[in-house]
C-alpha cells in the first residue's frame, strides 16, 4: 500500500496482547498525542490508532467545525467522517489490526466524531466511548442498525457543550437504534473523571 495513504498524522502503538484497537479521537485544540494516556488507562493491552483532526476552526484543530452555538456544521462533519472512515480502513489494512475489534473512544470534537462516524458507518466500529458529548446529528437524519453495538456516554452536569436535552436526545437516538447506551455522570463541567476511565476500563475488560 502506497504509504501517502496514510499521510493524515498519526500514532499507530500496537499490542500483541490483545485483538482490541482503540481509535482515540482528541478534543478541540489538542493532536494525536493527546489522548494516549486515556487510552492505555482504558485498555492497557489494546493497540491504539489516535489521529489527528484535519479541520482547523478559530486558530484550533478539529474533527470538524461548529455554529456559534456549539451544534455541527454538519456538512463538515460528514466531510470528517467520510475522511476518517477512509482512513481507518486504509490503517486497518496497512497495520494489520482486526477491522471487527476497534472501539472509538473521543472527548469533546472527538466524541462527537464518534458518535458520528457509528452513525454513518456501524460497520467499522464495535462502539464508543464518548467524553464530554451530546448529540452529533441534528439536520441529516440516519437510520442505522446498531444491534450489538455499545455506546458509553460520559458527560458533566455542569457542562456547556453537553446541554440535557441535546444529550438526552443523542441517548434515546441511539437506544432506538439498538445500541447498549450507558450513562455516567460525574458533577463538573467539561472533563473527563477519573472515575469514569476506571468503571469504563472494567467495561471494556468484559466485552
Do not use: C
Not at 84 to 101: I, M, T, V
Not at 118 to 135: D, M, N, S, Y
Not at 200 to 207: H, N, T
Amino acid at each position: 500500500m502506497p504509504e501517502e495513504k496514510l499521510s493524515r498524522p498519526h500514532v499507530w502503538l500496537p499490542s500483541a496482547q490483545s485483538a482490541n484497537t482503540l481509535l482515540l479521537l482528541h478534543g478541540s485544540g489538542a493532536d494525536e498525542f493527546d489522548l494516549l494516556s486515556l487510552g492505555k488507562a482504558l485498555d492497557p493491552s489494546a493497540s491504539i490508532l489516535s489521529p489527528r483532526g484535519l479541520a482547523s476552526q478559530d486558530g484550533m484543530v478539529r474533527f470538524f467545525e461548529y455554529l456559534e452555538d456549539f451544534s455541527a456544521k454538519e456538512d463538515t462533519l460528514l466531510e470528517a467522517v467520510e475522511s476518517l472512515a477512509e482512513f481507518l480502513k486504509l490503517a486497518s489494512a496497512h497495520y494489520g489490526f482486526d477491522p471487527k475489534r476497534v472501539t472509538a473512544v473521543g472527548f469533546s470534537n472527538g466524541a462527537h466524531m464518534a458518535g458520528a462516524l457509528l452513525t454513518v458507518h456501524p460497520e467499522l466500529l464495535r462502539g464508543i466511548l464518548a467524553f464530554g458529548t451530546t448529540r452529533a446529528f441534528v439536520e441529516t437524519e440516519f437510520k442505522p442498525n446498531l444491534e450489538g453495538k455499545f455506546v458509553f456516554i460520559a458527560n458533566g452536569e455542569r457542562d456547556p457543550y453537553s446541554p440535557k436535552q441535546k444529550s438526552e436526545d443523542m441517548i434515546n437516538e441511539f437506544a432506538a437504534w439498538g445500541a447498549r447506551v450507558e450513562v455516567l455522570m460525574h458533577p463538573g463541567g467539561h472533563q473527563i473523571s477519573s472515575e469514569h476511565v476506571e468503571i469504563l476500563a472494567r467495561e471494556l475488560a468484559l466485552s
